[in-house]
């Protein structure tokens, strides 16, 4: 099955400046990587997701870049701000057979934005 | 409806104990998954529906966990003869369609086995 890792675990910066976050996956026939984020205590929200047909799409302030040669994708927020600090989840989703819409997710990424 | 809800909220049940946890999918939403959040961990995918079909049941622990969809719409996750390895946020998601696609997910139960 899919596994994907998630790196860093914790990401601590400065209001204004930029924070990456990589993920990789094992299954090269994953198709959809959505990221997700989560506030304490709250649902998943889908803030940006990439097929795998592109190898950038870009939201105002978040981007998202796959690689899927190397089977990499990242999450790049710039200019942050307080109100981006939260659990930031990156998912891989297999193309077909019988995986249907399983996401597989990875460990997450605790993000702390100082002001 | 608005989005996906989940209830109750917050269970607190004790060892060996019964459980159901209910989740309302966004209204027309074929697909539904339900998902094992441990403390501090991602999401893992425990079951699929598509409509009232459980098309994917690999990822239940052990045979004391049960869900259903009926009538394709709302659907009960069960767990029976709790442990406290159980203890967990249960998210629930739904999707439009069938195959893939953004999911959408339910504020969570968090299930406290003691």
């Known amino acids: 099955g899919e596994n994907v890792e998630q790196h860093p675990s914790t990401l601590s910066v400065q209001e204004g400046d930029s924070a990456v976050i990589k993920c990789t996956y094992s299954?090269?026939?994953?198709?959809?990587f959505p990221w997700y984020k989560q506030e304490l205590g709250k649902r998943p929200q889908l803030i940006i997701d990439i097929r795998s047909n592109v190898g950038e799409k870009k939201d105002q302030r978040i981007a998202v870049t796959l690689n899927k040669t190397a089977k990499h994708f990242s999450l790049h927020i710039t200019e942050t701000q307080p109100e981006d600090s939260a659990v930031y989840f990156c998912?891989?989703?297999?193309?077909?057979?019988?995986?249907?819409?399983?996401?597989?997710f990875g460990q997450g990424t605790i993000l702390t934005v100082h002001p | 409806g608005a989005g996906v809800s989940q209830s109750p909220r917050y269970k607190v049940a004790k060892r060996g104990q019964d459980v159901a946890l209910r989740c309302d999918p966004i209204s027309g939403h074929v697909s539904l998954f339900w998902y094992q959040q441990a403390l501090g961990q991602g999401p893992e995918f425990l079951t699929y529906f598509q409509n009232e079909a459980q098309l994917d049941k690999s990822g239940l622990p052990s045979d004391r966990f049960f869900a259903e969809r009926p009538e394709g719409s709302v659907s009960t996750l069960k767990i029976q003869r709790t442990q406290q390895e159980d203890s967990a946020v249960y998210l629930c998601?739904?999707?439009?369609?069938?195959?893939?696609?953004?999911?959408?997910f339910g504020p969570g139960t968090r299930l406290t086995v003691t």
């Open positions: 998601a739904s999707s439009l369609g069938g195959l893939g696609g953004e999911q959408y």
């Open positions: 998912a891989a989703l297999p193309g077909g057979g019988t995986s249907y819409g399983k996401l597989t």
């Open positions: 299954d090269s026939a994953s198709n959809y």
